[in-house]
């Protein structure tokens, strides 16, 4: 399938690795031109090399920290206008509730739901007077079934949630869609950092924990970033201005609900 993109403009965080990269790839392959941000340059670097040579498209990397005001600024200034709007940030560190105080609570809200606010907030309407607008943001599972030693995610990215329920049904009718993807357990850094706490904890095995894991799993494995990929930029499509407001889970069948 066409996804109608090609030549449009995508802004992309976190898109050095994992699921950011993830996007990155798969929009570059449907000949999406992009600016990536991530923070430590050598890597993004090498991602922008990656994909300009795989896919024939422009990409522009950006080494900032998209969670403070000075590294969205760099971020914009290298794609003021946006078509496509990818929001990611490295989720907040398992733990206790009981550890953390306010200025813990504060990195994560700005992490995992201001600076998406921030982000939405500086190129919808630019979105909206050009009639296409895809913004996607890329929260976690734990929006719709919390995990208890990542209460700090839970709570950020649920405020995330919230705030796009309702923003979402005023820009639709100017073809600009927000969605929300859920990810599950993915093969990732993050997954395995989680692992390793889980397994520092109950004196296990990080592979007995990983394995563990993958069969509790209706999938039986973990998700491949492709197939994340993938899903984005389905969102980001022509065809998909019809969905908006939508929390799209990608969790292998993990989650027991009807809804």
Request: proline share 6%; with cysteine.
């Amino acid at each position: 399938m066409d996804l109608g993109i090609s030549g449009r403009k995508a802004l992309v965080c976190a898109a050095s690795k994992g699921l950011g990269r993830a996007c990155a790839a798969q929009l570059a392959a449907e000949g999406v031109e992009l600016v990536i941000v991530a923070r430590t340059e050598g890597p993004l670097s090498e991602t922008a090399e990656a994909l300009r040579s795989e896919h024939g498209v422009s990409v522009t990397p950006v080494a900032a920290d998209i969670t403070t005001p000075e590294g969205r600024a760099a971020a914009l200034a290298a794609c003021p206008e946006p078509d496509i709007l990818i929001n990611n940030a490295g989720g907040p560190p398992p733990g206790d509730f009981r550890d953390w105080g306010r200025d813990t609570w504060i990195s994560a809200l700005d992490a995992n739901m201001l600076t998406p606010i921030a982000l939405i907030q500086a190129t919808v309407d630019g979105m909206i007077a050009r009639r296409f607008g895809r913004i996607v943001n890329i929260t976690s599972s734990a929006v719709k079934a919390p995990i208890d030693i990542l209460g700090l995610s839970n709570g950020a990215r649920a405020g995330l949630t919230g705030f796009v329920a309702g923003v979402a049904r005023k820009t639709v009718q100017h073809n600009v869609t927000i969605n929300n993807l859920l990810p599950g357990p993915f093969e990732t850094d993050r997954l395995r950092s989680n692992m390793q706490t889980v397994a520092e904890k109950s004196g296990r095995q990080v592979e007995d924990v990983w394995n563990a894991r993958m069969a509790e799993n209706p999938a039986g494995r973990f998700g491949h970033p492709a197939e994340f990929g993938a899903a984005c930029a389905f969102l980001c499509s022509a065809q998909a201005g019809y969905i908006t407001g939508q929390n799209l889970l990608l969790d292998g069948g993990a989650f027991p609900g009807t809804l």
